[in-house]
C-alpha cells in the first residue's frame, strides 16, 4: 500500500497516519498543506517526508489511497480530486458540510467504483462491538430506541480558528453526533427519514458562531427513533475526554453502554462497560468485544483485498446526510424530511 495526506489541520490525522504506517507493507509517499506548522506537527511525530504540491501524490500511478484532516469545509475538494484521480480516499470526520458536497462524493465514488472511508471509531470500540453483538443475538428483543450521549471536553486556547467560523467548521452535530448517527443505524438498520435538532451556545458567548450544545430527535426507516446530545461541556477535572454513553431500549430488555467505563470506580475499565437487563436473563454485566483489527486496517483490507468493509460507502454517506439533515433542522427551526432539497 501506498498512501498519502493531502491536509493535516487536525489532530485525527495522528492516528490516520499511525494506523496506516502500522499496515504491513505500507509506504508514506508524502504529506501535504499549505500551512508551515500543521505539516511539522506530523513530522515531528511520524517517519514521513513533506512534499510541495498534491499533484505529486495524484499524479503517482502507484499511490491508492489519499487521506486527509483539512479543514471541514477544504475536506470535499482534497477526496474529491483523490477520487477523480482513481485513488480512493479516508478521511477524519466529518466527511463534508453540505449537501452538495455529500451528492457529489457519493455520485463521483459510486461512478469510479472506489471507497471513501471515513474514522467512525465508535464502531471499533469493544464495548460497542459487544453492544452489536447482543442487538443481533435479539437479545433486546425488536430495538424501539436508541438513545447517545457525547459531552467533550473543548479545551479552547488548543482549538484552531477556524473550528469557531461555523462556515468552515460545520457546527457540532456535524462535527460530533455523525458517530451517533452511524452507531444508531447500524444497530437499527435502514436510513433517518425524518430529524428535528437544535445546536445553541450557552457557554461560549464570546464565539457568536459556534454551538457548544446539540440536540438531534430522528426516526429510521425500519421504525425506531433515535436520541442525541452532544456537547462541548466535558469538566476539566474529569479523567476522559468524553464520557460516552449508549442506551438502547428494546421490547425484551435494555443495553447501558460506557465507553469509557465507569468512571465513579476505583479503576475503571477503559475498555468500556456494557451493563446487559433482559426479561429472560435479568441483570448482568457483559465484558467488551474487542476487534480484530482496527477502523484503518479494515479499509485498507478492503482495498487491497475486495472485502466488504465493515463501514461501508453506503453508512459513511448516510451518517453524514443525517447530520447535514439536523444542521438544516436547527437552522430553518422545524423537522427535516430525507429527499428534501436543502441548500447547507
Not at 70 to 99: F, H, M, Q, W, Y
Not at 234 to 240: A, E, F, G, L, Y
Amino acid at each position: 500500500l501506498k498512501f498519502g495526506i493531502i491536509g493535516c489541520r487536525h489532530g485525527h490525522v495522528h492516528s490516520q497516519i499511525t494506523e496506516l504506517l502500522a499496515i504491513p507493507g505500507a509506504i508514506c509517499a508524502g504529506v501535504y498543506d499549505d500551512d508551515d506548522a500543521s505539516v511539522q506537527s506530523v513530522l515531528d511525530r511520524h517517519p514521513v517526508s513533506r512534499i510541495d504540491s498534491p499533484d505529486r501524490l495524484l499524479d503517482d500511478p502507484d499511490v491508492t489511497l489519499i487521506g486527509t484532516a483539512e479543514v471541514n469545509r477544504r475536506k470535499p475538494d482534497v477526496i474529491l480530486r483523490a477520487l477523480n484521480a482513481g485513488k480512493n480516499a479516508i478521511a477524519d470526520k466529518p466527511l463534508c458540510t453540505s449537501i452538495e458536497d455529500l451528492n457529489a462524493i457519493e455520485k463521483t465514488a459510486t461512478e469510479k467504483g472506489l471507497r471513501v472511508g471515513l474514522q467512525l471509531t465508535e464502531r471499533f470500540g469493544p464495548a460497542n462491538r459487544r453492544m452489536k453483538s447482543l442487538v443481533d443475538s435479539g437479545a433486546v428483543g425488536h430495538v424501539a430506541n436508541v438513545m447517545c450521549w457525547r459531552p467533550h471536553r473543548l479545551g479552547r486556547p488548543g482549538r484552531p480558528d477556524w473550528m469557531f467560523d461555523d462556515d468552515q467548521y460545520g457546527g457540532i452535530l456535524v462535527d460530533l453526533a455523525i458517530h451517533d448517527a452511524d452507531i444508531i443505524r447500524w444497530l437499527c438498520g435502514g436510513v433517518f427519514t425524518e430529524i428535528t435538532a437544535y445546536e445553541q451556545n450557552f457557554g461560549n458567548p464570546s464565539d457568536t458562531d459556534f454551538h457548544d450544545i446539540g440536540t438531534l430527535l430522528g426516526r429510521l426507516s425500519t421504525g425506531p427513533t433515535g436520541f442525541v446530545r452532544t456537547d462541548w461541556f466535558t469538566p476539566t477535572p474529569s479523567p476522559v475526554h468524553g464520557d460516552t454513553r449508549f442506551l438502547v431500549t428494546g421490547t425484551e430488555g435494555m443495553i447501558e453502554v460506557r465507553t469509557a467505563g465507569d468512571l465513579w470506580a476505583k479503576k475503571p475499565d477503559t475498555s468500556g462497560q456494557i451493563l446487559v437487563m433482559t426479561n429472560t436473563d435479568g441483570v448482568k454485566v457483559e465484558k467488551p468485544e474487542p476487534p480484530s483489527k482496527t477502523l484503518v486496517q479494515d479499509f485498507v483490507d478492503s482495498i487491497r483485498e475486495g472485502t466488504t468493509p465493515d463501514i461501508m460507502n453506503r453508512d459513511v454517506f448516510e451518517a453524514t446526510r443525517a447530520t447535514l439533515m439536523a444542521r438544516m433542522s436547527s437552522k430553518l427551526s422545524r423537522t427535516v424530511l430525507r429527499g428534501e432539497t436543502l441548500a447547507t
